[in-house]
């Protein structure tokens, strides 16, 4: 059984950080790349961070480039975005993914807070 599960989300002032993580289960990780995405209230699910299997290839969505960095450890079978100068509309559940060309799989997501 393939588990996706986040932590690290939680309530933080503006321009302050949060590390999320995400570790995977059940799936030969260093197969899939591993992407990050969120979900404002009332909006479209967005990609934010997505890397590459092996870890090589890195992209951003423009609205966090230079603000967030995602990384993984292959070995640990983990996924980490390291969030900096948060704003209040980084505000959102996130949510991890597991994406293959054939599957996809989501974490249940963790709920990101930037408010004073």
């Known amino acids: 059984q393939v588990q996706l599960v986040e932590s690290g989300g939680g309530l933080v002032q503006p321009g302050g950080s949060l590390r999320l993580s995400c570790a995977a289960s059940g799936l030969a990780f260093g197969w899939y790349d591993m992407r990050w995405y969120r979900q404002a209230p009332g909006k479209e699910r967005e990609l934010v961070a997505g890397?590459?299997?092996?870890?090589?290839?890195?992209n951003y969505a423009d609205s966090v480039l230079g603000r967030f960095t995602i990384s993984r450890d292959n070995a640990l079978k983990t996924v980490v975005l390291q969030m900096h100068s948060l704003k209040p509309e980084d505000t959102a559940v996130y949510y991890c993914?597991?994406?293959?060309?054939?599957?996809?799989?989501w974490g249940q997501g963790t709920q990101v807070i930037v408010s004073s």
């Open positions: 993914n597991a994406h293959s060309r054939v599957l996809d799989y």
């Open positions: 890397i590459s299997s092996t870890g090589d290839s890195t």
